[in-house]
């Protein structure tokens, strides 16, 4: 991917909080995204050793505990991981989550059994988070939490709400220059959830319905339907192939999702159903790039640069490890991906020649929802994920 043009759009990342201390020039809160040189990286791993000793006495082992291996996103994250560490010259094991909570757990007492000096955890179940990390702390092992927060953990990964906001109010926007505003109003919105992952991952969800409702005042709410996407294309397909038998024939259906596997799921029930041409979706994640470019009511996709996510994630552990304050929270800025600027984020992919909306992102409402967040009670305990615009 060509950092220049996400550096041109904005600084990938940004921070929760107050700026880390610089640890060789690294500060994950002002910091272009661009893979840092591998001798730079060494040179880190060097300064972390002097404070922290590897655990084998050879070499620092940094376990990663991957969501899913099979799932773009997830394998786009790995891949990512992995070219650090080896820049690095740190060993990575690597497990596989696979989507469930009690797997998770496991994984994390066999990286605790390894003796690992630092621990990537990327699970959905936030049911187990305080579990694991109460064995992480046990073990005086530090651990970075991808997405969905552990307690204690640094959090890194997707700003939910303005993410889950982008997509709402850009298919609002899309669904009105297809269909016309009469219309969209007549239609249904279908919104994949994702209810195992807990309250931060919900903002994103949440957000991007709040994005839709508030960009069509008057909309109907009892024509948005939800369903449990259980973060998988396939799931999502069967909720909404059950879901299509309420939604009358010839109006717009309007998708979304928790990410882009289980938006393209509602939009292969749609087209299994014959309805393709009253259906349009936006992603979130824009990892799916090949289903954008060829599915043409996938119409955007909010971008997250997984394949980035190393850039931050391998420095941001060496520097703890060196003693170094990192930001509690650091979230992903993020970027609308579309058929027309494809090629400037992923060169590989070709821009279509489409006429595209006019998007304009609504920021007084969503400063607005942004407030409502503070007193939502299942947020009390993680207020620094909630973003300050």
Same mark, same amino acid.
Not at 118 to 127: G, H, L, P, R, S
Not at 214 to 221: E, H, L, N, W
Not at 316 to 321: K, R, T
């Given at each position: 991917?060509?950092?220049?043009?996400?550096?041109?759009?904005?600084?990938?990342?940004?921070?929760?909080?107050?700026?880390?201390?610089?640890?060789?020039?690294?500060?994950?809160?002002?910091?272009?995204?661009?893979?840092?040189?591998?001798?730079?990286?060494?040179?880190?791993?060097?300064?972390?050793?002097?404070?922290?000793?590897?655990?084998?006495?050879?070499?620092?082992?940094?376990?990663?505990?991957?969501?899913?291996?099979?799932?773009?996103?997830?394998?786009?994250?790995?891949?990512?991981?992995?070219?650090? $560490?080896?820049?690095? %010259? +740190?060993?990575? #094991?690597? !497990?596989?989550?696979?989507?469930?909570?009690?797997? &998770?757990? =496991?994984?994390?007492?066999?990286?605790?059994?390894?003796?690992?000096?630092?621990?990537?955890?990327?699970?959905?179940?936030?049911?187990?988070?305080?579990?694991?990390?109460?064995?992480?702390?046990?073990?005086?092992?530090?651990?970075?939490?991808?997405?969905?927060?552990?307690?204690? $953990?640094?959090?890194? %990964? +997707?700003?939910? #709400?303005? !993410?889950?906001?982008?997509?709402?109010?850009?298919? &609002?926007? =899309?669904?009105?220059?297809?269909?016309?505003?009469?219309?969209?109003?007549?239609?249904?919105?279908?919104?994949?959830?994702?209810?195992?992952?807990?309250?931060?991952?919900?903002?994103?969800?949440?957000?991007?319905?709040?994005?839709?409702?508030?960009?069509?005042?008057?909309?109907?709410?009892?024509?948005?339907?939800?369903?449990?996407?259980?973060?998988?294309?396939?799931?999502?397909?069967?909720?909404?192939?059950?879901?299509?038998?309420?939604?009358?024939?010839?109006?717009?259906?309007?998708?979304?999702?928790?990410?882009?596997?289980?938006?393209?799921?509602?939009?292969?029930?749609?087209?299994?159903?014959?309805?393709?041409?009253?259906?349009?979706?936006?992603?979130?994640?824009?990892?799916?790039?090949?289903?954008?470019?060829?599915?043409?009511?996938?119409?955007?996709?909010?971008?997250?640069?997984?394949?980035?996510?190393?850039?931050?994630?391998?420095?941001?552990?060496?520097?703890?490890?060196?003693?170094?304050?990192?930001?509690?929270?650091?979230?992903?800025?993020?970027?609308?991906?579309?058929?027309?600027?494809?090629?400037?984020?992923?060169?590989?992919?070709?821009?279509?020649?489409?006429?595209?909306?006019?998007?304009?992102?609504?920021?007084?409402?969503?400063?607005?929802?942004?407030?409502?967040?503070?007193?939502?009670?299942?947020?009390?305990?993680?207020?620094?994920?909630?973003?300050?615009?």
């Amino acid at each position: 991917m060509k950092l220049a043009a996400l550096t041109a759009a904005g600084a990938l990342m940004c921070a929760t909080a107050a700026l880390a201390e610089d640890f060789h020039g690294f500060d994950p809160s002002n910091f272009d995204g661009n893979m840092l040189p591998s001798e730079q990286l060494k040179a880190m791993v060097a300064d972390a050793m002097k404070v922290s000793p590897p655990k084998n006495g050879k070499t620092y082992s940094i376990a990663f505990a991957n969501l899913q291996r099979g799932i773009t996103f997830c394998a786009k994250v790995e891949q990512g991981i992995k070219a650090d $560490a080896e820049a690095a %010259g +740190v060993d990575l #094991p690597i !497990a596989d989550n696979r989507l469930d909570g009690a797997t &998770a757990l =496991a994984n994390a007492q066999s990286f605790i059994n390894r003796n690992v000096d630092y621990v990537i955890e990327f699970q959905t179940d936030a049911n187990f988070g305080a579990t694991i990390m109460q064995q992480m702390n046990a073990a005086g092992i530090k651990v970075t939490a991808i997405d969905i927060p552990m307690p204690g $953990a640094t959090f890194f %990964g +997707v700003n939910n #709400p303005r !993410a889950g906001y982008m997509g709402g109010s850009y298919l &609002a926007q =899309a669904a009105i220059a297809k269909y016309g505003l009469d219309k969209v109003k007549a239609g249904y919105f279908l919104e994949g959830e994702l209810p195992q992952s807990g309250p931060i991952p919900k903002m994103r969800t949440d957000g991007q319905v709040a994005g839709f409702l508030d960009s069509i005042p008057g909309f109907d709410p009892s024509h948005v339907l939800k369903f449990d996407s259980k973060n998988t294309l396939e799931e999502s397909f069967a909720q909404t192939n059950n879901l299509l038998g309420k939604i009358p024939a010839g109006v717009p259906i309007m998708g979304t999702a928790i990410n882009d596997q289980a938006t393209t799921g509602i939009l292969r029930a749609a087209k299994q159903a014959g309805r393709e041409a009253d259906t349009i979706v936006v992603g979130l994640g824009a990892d799916e790039v090949d289903t954008l470019v060829n599915e043409p009511n996938f119409v955007a996709s909010v971008g997250s640069f997984p394949e980035n996510y190393g850039n931050y994630i391998i420095p941001m552990a060496l520097g703890q490890l060196a003693g170094k304050a990192m930001p509690p929270a650091v979230l992903v800025h993020h970027v609308m991906v579309t058929k027309g600027n494809v090629c400037k984020y992923y060169p590989k992919s070709p821009c279509a020649q489409v006429k595209e909306i006019d998007y304009k992102f609504p920021q007084d409402a969503f400063a607005k929802y942004l407030v409502s967040l503070h007193d939502v009670p299942e947020l009390k305990d993680v207020q620094n994920l909630i973003p300050s615009n």
